[in-house]
Structure formats: structure tokens, C-alpha cells
T-cell receptor, first 109, second 117 residues
């Protein structure tokens, strides 16, 4: 099993809808998790970090962590076309971040 | 969030030459920086972990003599691609770990696009 897994997508949602991005992780990574957004041709940009079980909200973004089921999710409310990007889930491994392969999100007008 | 800069943003060079890329943490001191490369439509690939004042730790399959890393200060790491060849053309991205806070967060630079002719 890979340490961090994501569905590659693309995930297509209409403008204004909620986009739900999911990520599962193995025991080999620690308990701090990060969501990065990467636009085509650009470097990753940190959106959210989460360390505790439950939800963490920041504007239109909500990160959810469920340690018992070993999954992390990112909800984007009121999705906009400008949210179209690849979303990378990352977990803190031994001395380095372990990334998933990313989920491509397409928000159609 | 913390700011990480990279220079140059884009470089074109002839085959056989060496190229140096700089990565700076602008508003925090980073004892650890990371170098990644990314091919079009592919995932990030960690090349090496750069630790201030010590030798870099390279990932399996990355040639240390080809990709020289120096982390001489708490705010600067450099990656030198030696004797570059067309297959080295890629998007190189650095990141720096901010040691402040309970959990150390990694911030990325804007990346350097290298084209070797």
C-alpha cells in the first residue's frame, strides 16, 4: 500500500457546487497532514494543514481528518472555475513530506 | 504564510554546461530545504533533502555528482545541475521547512523551468 493515496480524477463539478477531495494514508506516515493546490505550470501552494481529528475550516475550505479510518478530505464550498487545479494531499513522514499523486479538479462555469 | 523565492524562474542552456538554481527563505530560517523535480503532467519527485551545514541526503536513483546541493546558510540552498543534458530539462521546485510552530510546515518556491538544448 502506498503511504498516501488519492484518486487522480479528474473530478468535475459545476460552479457553485461542493467539491470533495479525498486522501487515505498508511500507518507509515505521522499525524500531520497538508493540502496543497497546484495550478498547471506552477508550484504547489499550501491551502490547509490539519493535525487533530475533526474539521478545520478556512473560508470556503474545510479539511477533515479521521484518524480511525485513516483518511483526510478537503471540501471546497461554492466552487469557482478558478479552483480548477490539482490538489495534493501530503503527510509528514520521516523527515520529509509524503505526497499523494494529486487529484485534478475541474470546475465548469 | 511564509515566503520562499527561487532564482532564476526560467533558464535555457546549452548541453554540457552547468546551471545553478537558488532557493531562499525570505522571512524565516530554514534548517531544512528540499529539492523536487516535476515533468509535465507528472507528480512531484523528491530529489534530495538539504540540511544547513551538512551534506544533502539524496533519494534513491538521484546522482549526487550530477545534482550538487549546497546549504550554506539558514536561508539559502543551491542546486547545481552539472553538465546538463536535454533529459535534465524539467521543472525544479524547492521548498523550505518552517521550524516555528508545533508542526513544521513546508512552503514551496515558485519553481525554475530548465530547458537544455
Amino acid at each position: 500500500q502506498k503511504e498516501v493515496e488519492q484518486n487522480s480524477g479528474p473530478l468535475s463539478v459545476p460552479e457553485g457546487a461542493i467539491a470533495s477531495l479525498n486522501c487515505t494514508y498508511s500507518d507509515r506516515v505521522s499525524q500531520s497532514f497538508f493540502w496543497y493546490r497546484q495550478y498547471s505550470g506552477k508550484s504547489p501552494e499550501l491551502i490547509m494543514s490539519i493535525y487533530s481529528n475533526g474539521d478545520k475550516e478556512d473560508g470556503r475550505f474545510t479539511a477533515q481528518l479521521n484518524k480511525a479510518s485513516q483518511y483526510v478530505s478537503l471540501l471546497i464550498r461554492d466552487s469557482q472555475p478558478s479552483d480548477s487545479a490539482t490538489y495534493l494531499c501530503a503527510a509528514q513522514g520521516f523527515q520529509k513530506l509524503v505526497f499523494g499523486t494529486g487529484t485534478r479538479l475541474l470546475v465548469s462555469p | 504564510g511564509a515566503v520562499v523565492s527561487q532564482h532564476p524562474s526560467r533558464v535555457i542552456c546549452k548541453s554540457g554546461t552547468s546551471v545553478k538554481i537558488e532557493c531562499r527563505s525570505l522571512d524565516f530560517q530554514a534548517t531544512t530545504m528540499f529539492w523536487y523535480r516535476q515533468f509535465p503532467k507528472k507528480s512531484l519527485m523528491l530529489m534530495a533533502t538539504s540540511n544547513e551545514g551538512s551534506k544533502a541526503t539524496y533519494e534513491q536513483g538521484v546522482e549526487k555528482d550530477k545534482f550538487l546541493i549546497n546549504h550554506a546558510s539558514l536561508t539559502l540552498s543551491t542546486l547545481t545541475v552539472t553538465s546538463a543534458h536535454p533529459e535534465d530539462s524539467s521543472f525544479y521546485i524547492c521548498s523550505a521547512r518552517d521550524p516555528s510552530g508545533v508542526w513544521e510546515t513546508q512552503y514551496f518556491g515558485p519553481g525554475t523551468r530548465l530547458l537544455v538544448l
